[in-house]
């Protein structure tokens, strides 16, 4: 995989097993690591970052606890060792870390863990110029009161009495309650990577939230929150380096059906649905059936921005073109998001003014045309 990576410009981070955790303390171990599994890749592979284990605070072994940052100095001081300067260590937290958070501005850490393993976490990645790492999932606080308020739709919000904050999403209350547990502990300067989050697109009858929609409306709205650079009501202006679980299904994960179901992608490499990181923006609920090359549809392109995607949509639906099944209960609302119902509305304007491809489809330069139908479902495009 690390070879597959080469040349390619795309940064990788690197994962130390937890169970390597308590040998790797001592240096001959970690330069034996660092020999083994970065210096033949780098830099070729643009290796960033390595992460010392996956939620180990969380795993309840307390010889992965406590040799947790005795690890992470041993692999930084390996890697300096060999030369390399520009690789940070981090290690992924859950948010199980914290004993309190609500409201968001009287976030702690857990008593025994925050002055024992946290703070001097804190310290060293303060020391070493890395991040905190931690994996905010609002999909398991899931309840139907709350919903539109865990999926980034409009609500009433919910208060934060010592700071007067109206928190319109649980994704911000998360993150300012994490900020607010290590201001507590001083480390307020320390920056904060969100190593995971997402929602999965089908689960067990019980897991009712699992659903294409959900996830579609919860990514979607990610992507176009963190890209913003608006920050948290806490932490504002400030643009958080994310990462969404998961690229692909998981067939072979065992738990619940949700487990296996966290992908963007199908194992047989068809999205799931669009979270708007696709070149062409088709996204499906099911897979589009082939169609002619000679048939054409007009797509928003790669990269349009939200502004720009709202104007289109606008300006269509203002030109007697029927928007009615982007509008609620229509055939095409789902997944409600902004690129979705742009790209419908300007696939129906091409194909009712004629389809002159210069003219028709072209949106000041934001669009483009492509052979590919986004049709899914009981949504048909033109």
Same mark, same amino acid.
């Given at each position: 995989?690390?070879?597959?990576?080469?040349?390619?410009?795309?940064?990788?981070?690197?994962?130390?097993?937890?169970?390597?955790?308590?040998?790797?303390?001592?240096?001959?171990?970690?330069?034996?690591?660092?020999? +083994?599994? $970065?210096?033949?890749?780098?830099? /070729? #592979?643009?290796?960033?970052?390595?992460?010392? &284990?996956?939620?180990?605070?969380? !795993?309840?072994?307390?010889?992965?606890?406590?040799?947790?940052?005795?690890?992470?100095?041993?692999?930084?001081?390996?890697?300096?060792? +060999?030369? $390399?300067?520009?690789?940070?260590? /981090? #290690?992924?937290?859950?948010?199980?870390?914290? &004993?309190?958070?609500?409201?968001? !501005?009287?976030?702690?850490?857990?008593?025994?863990?925050?002055?024992?393993?946290?703070?001097?976490?804190?310290?060293?990645?303060?020391?070493?110029?890395?991040?905190?790492?931690?994996?905010?999932?609002?999909?398991?606080?899931?309840?139907?009161?709350?919903?539109?308020?865990?999926?980034?739709?409009?609500?009433?919000?919910?208060?934060?009495?010592?700071?007067?904050?109206?928190?319109?999403?649980?994704?911000?209350?998360?993150?300012?309650?994490?900020?607010?547990?290590?201001?507590?502990?001083?480390?307020?300067?320390?920056?904060?990577?969100?190593?995971?989050?997402?929602?999965?697109?089908?689960?067990?009858?019980?897991?009712?939230?699992?659903?294409?929609?959900?996830?579609?409306?919860?990514?979607?709205?990610?992507?176009?929150?963190?890209?913003?650079?608006?920050?948290?009501?806490?932490?504002?202006?400030?643009?958080?380096?994310?990462?969404?679980?998961?690229?692909?299904?998981?067939?072979?994960?065992?738990?619940?059906?949700?487990?296996?179901?966290?992908?963007?992608?199908?194992?047989?490499?068809?999205?799931?649905?669009?979270?708007?990181?696709?070149?062409?923006?088709?996204?499906?609920?099911?897979?589009?059936?082939?169609?002619?090359?000679?048939?054409?549809?007009?797509?928003?392109?790669?990269?349009?921005?939200?502004?720009?995607?709202?104007?289109?949509?606008?300006?269509?639906?203002?030109?007697?073109?029927?928007?009615?099944?982007?509008?609620?209960?229509?055939?095409?609302?789902?997944?409600?998001?902004?690129?979705?119902?742009?790209?419908?509305?300007?696939?129906?304007?091409?194909?009712?003014?004629?389809?002159?491809?210069?003219?028709?489809?072209?949106?000041?330069?934001?669009?483009?045309?492509?052979?590919?139908?986004?049709?899914?479902?009981?949504?048909?495009?033109?």
């Amino acid at each position: 995989i690390l070879r597959a990576f080469a040349n390619t410009n795309i940064s990788v981070t690197v994962s130390v097993g937890n169970g390597d955790i308590p040998a790797l303390v001592q240096l001959p171990a970690a330069k034996n690591w660092v020999a +083994a599994n $970065i210096v033949p890749f780098y830099p /070729s #592979t643009k290796i960033i970052r390595v992460v010392v &284990g996956n939620e180990i605070m969380q !795993s309840a072994n307390k010889d992965w606890i406590y040799n947790l940052v005795p690890a992470m100095k041993s692999i930084n001081n390996a890697l300096i060792e +060999a030369g $390399i300067k520009d690789i940070k260590i /981090s #290690t992924p937290n859950t948010l199980g870390f914290l &004993g309190v958070s609500e409201p968001p !501005s009287a976030g702690k850490f857990r008593e025994g863990y925050d002055k024992d393993i946290i703070a001097p976490m804190l310290e060293f990645l303060r020391e070493t110029k890395s991040a905190f790492m931690i994996n905010p999932y609002p999909y398991f606080n899931y309840a139907d009161s709350i919903s539109d308020y865990i999926l980034f739709k409009p609500n009433k919000g919910v208060y934060d009495p010592n700071t007067r904050i109206t928190y319109s999403n649980m994704f911000d209350a998360q993150m300012d309650a994490v900020y607010s547990a290590m201001r507590a502990l001083g480390y307020s300067d320390v920056p904060i990577v969100v190593a995971e989050t997402g929602w999965p697109s089908a689960g067990d009858p019980r897991e009712s939230s699992a659903t294409v929609d959900n996830a579609a409306s919860f990514n979607w709205n990610l992507i176009q929150k963190v890209n913003s650079g608006k920050g948290t009501p806490l932490m504002p202006n400030k643009q958080f380096e994310t990462y969404i679980f998961a690229l692909f299904n998981e067939n072979k994960k065992p738990g619940a059906t949700s487990e296996r179901n966290f992908g963007l992608f199908k194992q047989d490499f068809t999205p799931v649905y669009d979270a708007g990181v696709m070149l062409n923006g088709a996204g499906a609920k099911t897979q589009p059936q082939p169609q002619p090359t000679d048939k054409k549809f007009c797509v928003p392109r790669p990269n349009t921005n939200p502004q720009s995607l709202q104007g289109n949509l606008d300006w269509v639906c203002s030109q007697g073109i029927d928007c009615a099944p982007i509008q609620p209960g229509g055939s095409c609302f789902e997944p409600n998001t902004l690129w979705s119902h742009a790209q419908y509305a300007m696939n129906a304007y091409y194909a009712l003014k004629g389809r002159r491809d210069d003219n028709d489809c072209d949106f000041k330069q934001t669009a483009l045309l492509t052979t590919n139908n986004p049709s899914y479902g009981s949504c048909v495009y033109a």
